[in-house]
């Protein structure tokens, strides 16, 4: 069965540190990813998506980039973390038929 | 654009009793998603709606999907306190991405 890895659960950074946030999938080939990012009492804001190796695309202007260097990790990563980079950061998968997506259990970020 | 609207955003319900949650998106979807969060945790996959009419049940919730209207809903019928949780529906466009509402966070009392 498909399983979805992601970590690590919470993180506190200072502002201007890096950031490294690592999304590894099981079981399935060439799916789509997805890097999601919710703000306290909303809903989830696409970030990232992935249909192959090395394709990223981004859908909002930001403090930060993704990578796909392999077919089944998703890689989210700042050079200089801003306060309002903090959120839950969730990764998320999907097959080839599209049918419905599977999230990862989530990063708490706090940049203090 | 898509845009999304739950409503209500908050609901207490006692427990036995029935609800309906609203989820109208403003362009075209060729499909629809329904997913529940329980609080500090990610989001689990209730319900895939793929066409027009389409009605899907489990246990105590019940999701349809009217694409003409462009709007679904999430039925609870006789709600017991396992359900309290946030509840995101999430059309996708025809580009393959899915937008989400910001939720209905159910509150069930006994």
């Known amino acids: 069965s498909q399983t979805i890895h992601q970590w690590p659960a919470t993180l506190v950074q200072p502002v201007g540190s890096p950031l490294s946030l690592e999304c590894t999938v099981e079981g399935t080939s060439n799916p789509n990813l997805y890097w999601y990012r919710q703000a306290a009492g909303r809903g989830l804001q696409l970030l990232f998506y992935?249909?192959?190796?090395?394709?990223i695309s981004s859908e909002v202007p930001q403090n930060l980039s993704a990578s796909r260097p392999q077919d089944r990790q998703f890689i989210l990563s700042s050079k200089k973390l801003l306060l309002s980079d903090s959120g839950f950061y969730l990764c998320?998968?999907?097959?080839?038929?599209?049918?419905?997506?599977?999230f990862g259990q989530g990063t708490r970020l706090t940049v203090v | 654009e898509l845009k999304v609207e739950q409503n209500p955003l908050f609901l207490s319900m006692q427990e036995g009793k029935n609800y309906t949650i609203y989820c109208n998106y403003s362009?075209?979807?060729?499909?629809l998603y329904w997913y529940r969060q329980d609080p500090g945790k990610s989001l689990e996959s209730l319900f895939v709606l793929l066409s027009n009419g389409a009605v899907k049940q489990e246990g105590r919730l019940m999701a349809s999907l009217d694409t003409k209207a462009r709007l679904s809903t999430l039925h609870i019928t006789a709600a017991v306190h396992d359900l309290s949780a946030t509840y995101f529906c999430a059309p996708r466009t025809n580009a393959g991405k899915s937008t989400f509402g910001d939720g209905t966070t159910l509150t069930v009392k006994p």
């Open positions: 362009t075209t979807s060729d499909r």
């Open positions: 998320a998968w999907m097959g080839l038929m599209n049918t419905e997506a599977f």
């Open positions: 992935s249909v192959g190796i090395g394709q």
